[in-house]
């Protein structure tokens, strides 16, 4: 029920149109850097495209999807941990992970957390439980190319985990690090080569000189309180579990080396101000399990009465940290399921089914069938089955004004004039934005620079002369074409000049 919850009512993030998009092109045997642009490595749209063609390229499929990547995430760690531990806290660490908002709104949303949370736990458990050698560590390495494909902030969790498989001494220490480096280079050989061959410029900017340029020019970071409500039993529990070592003559060097990967892990991607919290999800179960395993191995901690004293004090601060951080920021919160996200999550969306459906309904009736979807909310082109021209593909993220032409349509970026030519085509029946006018092309892409004010008005004033705002709630706006509009001049036109 709280999957069901999440994949429904979760708010619409803005990534997920393009996530949709690039899937779908995937499906159509597009390949992405050489076809169209993509911010991220292009394993999960592999992973996510055969599923999604058979059951459609929607929002809410695409969450179902990566739900199920994370469901067996969840199972892998929970199994491990009954195992390892005692199974009733397998069973209470899938109690808690349900009865956790914020994972559980991050890791439904249509991107890659799902699917890394699922390779993250892979990993984890070939360090675990395979015999050290040089099999591992070709595992371990095979596993980091996978992590790393799927999304780059991995790499430093793969990277110590591969370290510490190295460093056991058997057989030989160069051994390991060749049978590791073997696995890393296979994979990437298969996972990554063939794209960096066919278009090297265009992977290196969408996947490297993007964030590159663009994270730091941005102005937000997260503050500590947004930190601590992302997971506060899971803080708690890693703070006892590393208390726990130090009581410990000798913990286990396996369990330790998960819970330093995962610290450091999340240390890349929170610390020092972070831009976003959601970056951190996928590396939360493997923090939760190894520091349980931690606290298993005293013994003492473990018996009956302080485990279950533990679980009441574990849950008691999942559920009042949020609420007591954020009852002076967010009041119009309280009393609601929202009161438990952390501050920048938007709150839960109970009507997101019948707005989607609203604004579906409208883009499938007044847009062509087969002329290009115009418009950054790119996931009403997913779910009308409408084309999207390669420029518009990143959606929010598809406009420049940082680069010349050329080098935009190298990198399947659009120009304002490429914008305006769309706006003004008579062909096109519908535009798609979003309410937060930011994302409707006015920012420039990698500078996230906006658009100055005069532009941004005259812009909006030429599509309002030509467009009828025909639907906005929620996360949707819906533009109509009005009927017999020069575009040009913003007259009325015969049906007969209209057709030539």
Request: glycine share 8%.
């Amino acid at each position: 029920s709280s999957a069901w919850w999440h994949i429904h009512h979760g708010a619409l993030n803005p990534d997920e149109g393009f996530y949709a998009i690039a899937t779908r092109a995937v499906a159509q045997g597009e390949v992405p850097y050489r076809d169209f642009g993509f911010t991220q490595p292009p394993l999960l749209l592999y992973a996510n495209s055969m599923p999604l063609r058979a059951i459609g390229f929607g929002l809410f499929q695409q969450r179902f999807i990566n739900g199920i990547w994370a469901m067996a995430a969840l199972v892998l760690a929970a199994v491990w941990l009954a195992r390892h531990t005692r199974p009733a806290w397998g069973v209470a660490f899938v109690g808690f992970a349900a009865m956790s908002s914020p994972w559980m709104y991050f890791i439904h949303l249509g991107k890659t957390y799902g699917f890394t949370c699922l390779l993250v736990m892979l990993g984890a458990w070939a360090f675990l439980e395979m015999a050290e050698g040089r099999r591992r560590n070709l595992v371990l390495g095979l596993f980091a190319a996978l992590g790393i494909a799927s999304r780059l902030p991995a790499a430093p969790y793969f990277g110590l985990l591969a370290v510490l498989a190295c460093w056991s001494g058997r057989p030989s220490l160069f051994g390991n690090i060749g049978a590791c480096a073997a696995g890393l280079a296979l994979g990437l050989g298969v996972l990554a080569l063939p794209f960096w061959l066919v278009a090297p410029d265009a992977v290196r900017f969408w996947v490297f000189d993007f964030h590159h340029v663009s994270v730091p020019l941005k102005t937000w970071h997260l503050r500590w309180q947004e930190i601590a409500t992302l997971a506060p039993a899971a803080w708690l529990l890693g703070l006892t579990g590393f208390a726990a070592t130090l009581r410990q003559r000798r913990p286990s060097d396996r369990t330790l080396g998960v819970f330093a990967a995962a610290c450091v892990a999340l240390a890349v991607n929170l610390l020092p101000g972070g831009v976003y919290e959601e970056y951190a999800v996928p590396f939360l179960l493997p923090l939760v399990v190894a520091a349980a395993a931690l606290l298993h191995e005293p013994g003492k901690l473990f018996r009956p009465a302080y485990g279950y004293g533990l679980i009441v004090v574990l849950a008691a601060t999942q559920l009042l940290t949020a609420p007591l951080l954020f009852r002076d920021v967010l009041p119009q919160r309280k009393g609601t399921l929202s009161m438990w996200l952390p501050y920048n999550a938007p709150a839960y969306n109970r009507d997101l089914p019948r707005q989607l459906a609203a604004a579906r309904k409208i883009v499938a009736e007044a847009a062509p069938e087969n002329d290009s979807f115009v418009g950054s909310n790119l996931i009403l082109a997913a779910e009308t089955g409408r084309p999207v021209a390669a420029e518009l593909r990143m959606g929010p993220f598809a406009f420049t004004k940082d680069m010349p032409f050329e080098r935009a349509a190298h990198l399947h970026l659009a120009t304002a004039t490429q914008l305006d030519r769309w706006f003004d085509d008579p062909r096109t029946g519908t535009l798609a934005f979003f309410p937060n006018s930011l994302l409707n092309y006015n920012w420039s892409m990698p500078s996230f620079g906006l658009l100055p004010d005069e532009i941004r008005a005259a812009r909006y004033a030429r599509v309002l002369q030509q467009y009828d705002v025909r639907f906005a709630e929620g996360d949707f706006v819906v533009l109509v074409r009005k009927p017999g509009i020069n575009p040009c001049s913003g007259s009325t036109i015969s049906a007969e000049k209209q057709t030539e």
